[in-house]
């Protein structure tokens, strides 16, 4: 079973929602787990993070009010909800997670990561 598995991307029009979710699997043992995305000929950039434990959260000042990442711990699943999506949140979204205590915002920290899904918001 692969570390982690996303689903949930899709296209939707500018001010549209959309919920990823990514479930580790059941020997993945990891303290953090994050979201982050990458749009064609840019680096991967950190959209948001959570800490397992204390239920902390990070976001990239560009999602901050619109998107909100939570988990469910019995289900061994993050969620990233998106909401007044706009043309410029078009990436391809990944999932990752870390066994650190420290939820680093550089994708090099983290392990763990998923397929990837897309994400296209059009105008």
């Known amino acids: 079973q692969a570390p982690l598995v996303e689903s949930g991307g899709g296209s939707v029009q500018a001010g549209g929602s959309l919920v990823l979710s990514c479930e580790a699997a059941?020997?993945?043992?990891?303290?953090?787990m994050a979201w982050f995305r990458q749009a064609p000929g840019q680096e991967r950039e950190n959209v948001a993070r959570i800490h397992t434990e204390t239920g902390a959260t990070n976001y990239a000042e560009s999602v901050k009010g619109r998107f909100a990442i939570s988990q469910d711990n019995a289900k061994n699943t993050a969620y990233l909800h998106m909401n007044d999506l706009k043309p410029e949140d078009t990436a391809m979204y990944y999932c990752?997670?870390?066994?650190?205590?420290?939820?680093?915002?550089?994708?090099?920290?983290?392990?763990?990561w998923g397929q990837g899904t897309q994400v296209t918001v059009s105008s």
């Open positions: 059941t020997h993945t043992r990891v303290n953090c």
């Open positions: 990752a997670a870390r066994a650190g205590p420290i939820c680093y915002e550089m994708p090099t920290e983290y392990g763990f």
